[in-house]
């Protein structure tokens, strides 16, 4: 009995530009072969071309918003001070004088759940960084022995510009005439799955073998190119180190204290691994888009 094909996923855990840039990609590669022998209609191919255009125009807008631009050079300078707050306190873990050791030994406790959060997505890392500020205000002694207290001020005043810089970013997404990338990709991704079930079934029902053949070779090259956006996608986010490890291997996440030091999760799996036409699955497989898990611009959406 012949084996079932897998048709590539949606690239629902690609950021916004993959994912466009990966479904141009597609249409490019479907539109390449005979409609008629994949009994897709003119109407399903406008549509989702027309899909694939307001993706590029959601990531062009955001892109060249001036808020967008003022949104990532107040995240680096936020990320800029958390290191410098980070790298001051297990500094000061080796100094000679035993109130800075013994200070430092107290805040490192705090601030190890917290480690890596500037590689967090940015409104995660907003609520972590007040977190963050709550837990050392509490060792008001310590932080005055290492001199921390213009640190602390400075990174809250950020992280309110921040916050606050989102909002007018959030408001100006809704004065604008495009939707945001989180409502037009799932758009995108019910077309193609509408389209990749009729490939599916031409593949299982052509007419002839040479016809099997050509569309075994689409299915393919749909795989292959879904294949290398994934590695494309993997290679541009950064490692993430979730707060509680406190530099631990991932079999021992137990923060300082004993809590479990977890970060909440965004839920969002990847899909995995695309097979070959005679893996025995189910095509267009695939979910909700999840949101990326960081955002290169600090927008609605990531793009």
């Not at 855990?13 to 479907?30: A, E, G, I, P």
């Not at 899909?51 to 800029?80: F, H, M």
């Not at 004088?97 to 190890?112: C, K, M, S, W």
Request: glycine fraction near 8%; charge should be neutral; hydrophobic fraction near 30%.
């Amino acid at each position: 009995m012949e084996k079932k094909i897998k048709i590539g996923d949606y690239g629902a855990s690609f950021n916004n530009v993959l994912h466009m840039q990966y479904h141009r990609s597609l249409y490019t590669k479907v539109t390449g072969v005979d409609k008629q022998k994949l009994h897709i209609t003119d109407e399903m191919l406008k549509e989702w071309k027309q899909c694939i255009d307001l993706e590029e125009d959601i990531n062009r807008e955001v892109t060249a918003s001036p808020l967008s631009k003022r949104l990532n050079e107040k995240d680096r300078e936020r990320d800029e001070v958390l290191k410098f707050l980070f790298g001051v306190i297990k500094h000061h873990k080796f100094s000679p004088v035993t109130a800075e050791r013994g200070a430092a030994e107290v805040l490192g406790l705090i601030i190890n759940p917290y480690t890596g959060i500037q590689t967090e997505a940015v409104e995660e890392e907003t609520g972590h960084v007040y977190g963050l500020l709550r837990d050392l205000e509490k060792q008001s002694a310590e932080l005055m022995i290492l001199n921390l207290g213009v640190t602390l001020t400075r990174l809250r005043t950020l992280n309110d510009e921040f916050a606050a810089l989102r909002l007018q970013r959030r408001d100006a997404a809704v004065a604008s005439k495009l939707p945001t990338a989180r409502m037009a990709r799932p758009k995108t991704d019910a077309v193609w799955s509408s389209i990749a079930d009729q490939i599916y079934a031409s593949y299982l029902f052509a007419a002839t073998d040479a016809e099997r053949e050509l569309i075994k070779g689409l299915i393919d090259i749909i795989n292959k190119t879904f294949a290398d956006f994934k590695t494309m996608n993997k290679q541009s986010i950064v490692p993430r180190k979730k707060p509680g490890d406190g530099g631990k291997k991932p079999s021992d996440p137990k923060k300082p204290g004993g809590g479990d030091g977890k970060k909440p999760d965004d839920g969002g799996k990847k899909p995995d691994d695309p097979k070959k036409p005679n893996d025995p699955k189910k095509p267009g497989g695939g979910g909700d888009t999840p949101k990326p898990g960081r955002e290169e611009d600090p927008g609605e959406d990531q793009v």
